[in-house]
T-cell receptor, first 114, second 112 residues
Framework: DVKVTQSSRYLVKRTGEKVFLECVQD?????MFWYRQDPGLGLRLIYF???????EKGDIPEGYSVSREKKERFSLILESASTNQTSMYLC?????????????FGPGTRLTVL | SQKIEQNSEALNIQEGKTATLTCNYT??????LQWYRQDPGRGPVFLLL?????KEKRKERLKVTFDTTLKQSLFHITASQPADSATYLC???????????FGTGTQLKVEL
């Protein structure tokens, strides 16, 4: 079974702090994704990566950056956290050779910015 | 603009009945559509995929239909159980690059 893990289930940070969210997958998937999920807005794509050191902006990249130094690990960085970044953050991975784009999600990190 | 719509109101049904959830989309021509289940505080879990040339797909108590003319998918859970209570999301492959766009989900509550 595919396993996607995220470094924290709950995180509380202060405005202006730099925040790192880590995601690791164990199935050798090329594609990895970061979403945020807010009530009424659903899942919104922040960034995705289709290979090591490759990244593309999603629908809402402002205020975020990402890093993918190894195939199994995809990090989301909030350079200077703000209260409007309080949200549930979900990481996912997929195998492009599978031809179905099925995504496997981690358990999520609920981030609160005070 | 491109849209994926799911009923935002929660669906409450009695145990044993069939639950039917709807996913409508506009301005897409997806090759397939996926359904995911999400429990509170958890990430979505893939359930079923249906391709554009398939009218219907079944998996145990789950059935999905896909009408590309109506631009609609229906997701059915037969003989529903309280354990089926969750939010159900539909997703389409959009924009290339193996990306998916998700609907906002419909919360299902199955009552005893």
């Amino acid at each position: 079974d595919v396993k996607v893990t995220q470094s924290s289930r709950y995180l509380v940070k202060r405005t202006g702090e730099k925040v790192f969210l880590e995601c690791v997958q164990d199935m050798d998937h090329e594609n990895m994704f970061w979403y945020r999920q807010d009530p009424g807005l659903g899942l919104r794509l922040i960034y995705f990566s289709y290979d090591v050191k490759m990244k593309e902006k999603g629908d809402i990249p402002e205020g975020y950056s990402v890093s993918r130094e190894k195939k199994e690990r995809f990090s989301l960085i909030l350079e200077s956290a703000s209260t409007n970044q309080t949200s549930m953050y979900l990481c996912a991975s997929s195998d492009p050779s599978g031809l179905t784009d099925t995504q496997y999600f981690g358990p999520g990190t609920r981030l609160t910015v005070l | 603009s491109q849209k994926i719509e799911q009923n935002s109101e929660a669906l409450n049904i009695q145990e044993g009945k069939t639950a039917t959830l709807t996913c409508n989309y506009t301005n897409y021509s997806p090759a397939y559509l996926q359904w995911y289940r999400q429990d509170p505080g958890r990430g979505p879990v893939f359930l079923l995929l249906i391709r554009e040339n398939e009218k219907e797909k079944r998996k145990e108590r789950l059935k999905v239909t896909f009408d590309t003319t109506l631009k609609q998918s229906l997701f059915h859970i037969t003989a529903s159980q309280p354990a089926d209570s969750a939010t159900y999301l539909c997703a389409l492959a959009t924009g290339g690059g193996n990306k998916l766009t998700f609907g906002t989900g419909t919360q299902l509550k199955v009552e005893l």
